[in-house]
């Protein structure tokens, strides 16, 4: 059974940083495609990273690029979201989600196993 937990959410002031985790178990994340969404109240739910199987590449939305950082510890099993400056508008439900098979990391209905989610609360 595949288990992604996220870990790590709260409350920050504007400018400040917070590390995302998403431990999984029944999966290898070095064998999956991992990415991180978010969804905001009375918004739908968008892409904020992800990064392939191999590693080797990793994908933002233009909003986060410069700011967030994806990256994956293989022997913990885990994936990270390093979300600096952080502002209001970044304020949402961060979910982590893998995906086994090829399809468009931007596209969460391509994901097959999703988290339970973090709250991340940024204050002006």
């Known amino acids: 059974q595949v288990q992604l937990v996220e870990s790590g959410g709260g409350w920050v002031q504007a400018g400040g940083s917070l590390r995302l985790s998403c431990a999984a178990s029944g999966l290898t994340v070095s064998s999956y495609a991992m990415g991180w969404f978010r969804q905001a109240p009375g918004k739908d739910r968008e892409f904020v990273a992800a990064?392939?199987?191999?590693?080797?590449?990793?994908y933002y939305a233009d909003s986060m690029k410069g700011r967030f950082t994806i990256s994956r510890d293989n022997a913990k099993n885990t994936v990270y979201l390093q979300m600096n400056s952080l502002k209001p508008e970044d304020t949402a439900v961060y979910y982590c989600?893998?995906?086994?098979?090829?399809?468009?990391?931007?596209?969460?209905?391509?994901?097959?196993?999703w988290g339970q989610g973090a709250q991340v609360t940024v204050s002006s």
């Open positions: 990064i392939s199987w191999s590693g080797s590449a990793t």
């Open positions: 989600a893998a995906r086994a098979y090829s399809g468009n990391y931007y596209d969460d209905r391509d994901y097959h196993s």
